[in-house]
């Protein structure tokens, strides 16, 4: 696997018409296709690094984005002939982390920022594959109803959102009290 294949696949990943239907706020931050757009043309001229990295301290982790280095960090197996669903997911997630920086967002909480990603990811799945990998009593299915029928929505004070949240929470926060505390706010590429 090249350094080039994984980069390509990423921007194949961020062109595919199913990017268009991520379309929601948070905090008043509007996160919608073209902001994926500029992540893939920051990718293309060199501002954001598409890194092979497979180290990560879990195991079951398949990508990171550094807002230090502005660096996409992912597993090599995102740039082989057939990428994975989990790991085209993976891609718009790390991919929102990357909007955060860029465009120096303030005023969304790490959980938030993460629950995020997951919902921006969530979106490209349904739409990309046609359906979603979540249960369908799994809050996340309400939250794509919610979006469909209501593109531009904020998602901070609603409860589907709560519920995601109140589950990013418990997946990363609860047992780690040092995560999501980086000293290192969205700077900007």
């Keep these: 696997m090249s350094q080039a ?44 690094n598409v890194v092979p990295f ?46 955060n920086d860029m465009d120096m967002v303030q005023g969304i909480s790490p959980t938030e920022e993460e629950t995020c990603g997951f919902i921006a990811a969530a979106i490209y799945e349904k739409y990309h594959y046609g359906k979603s990998y979540y249960d369908k009593k799994h809050p996340m299915v ?9 593109p531009g929505y904020e998602l901070r004070n609603d409860p589907v959102f709560g519920e995601l949240y109140n589950l990013t929470y418990e997946k990363y926060a609860r047992n780690n009290p040092d995560w999501g505390r980086s000293n290192v706010p969205n700077d900007g590429l």
């Design 54 to 99: 497979k180290d990560f301290a879990n195991p079951k982790v398949r990508g990171a984005y550094s807002n230090t280095s502005n660096m996409l960090l992912l597993h090599p197996d995102i740039g082989s002939a057939s990428v994975s669903r989990k790991n085209q997911n993976n891609v718009i997630h790390e991919c929102f982390h990357a909007i």
């Design 142 to 150: 309400a939250m794509l109803a919610i979006l469909k029928g209501s």
């Design 5 to 48: 294949k994984l980069k390509a696949n990423v921007l194949k990943i961020l062109a595919s018409p199913a990017v268009k239907h991520i379309n929601f706020r948070i905090a008043g931050n509007h996160f919608y296709n073209e902001r994926f757009t500029k992540v893939a043309v920051a990718i293309k001229v060199g501002l954001i």
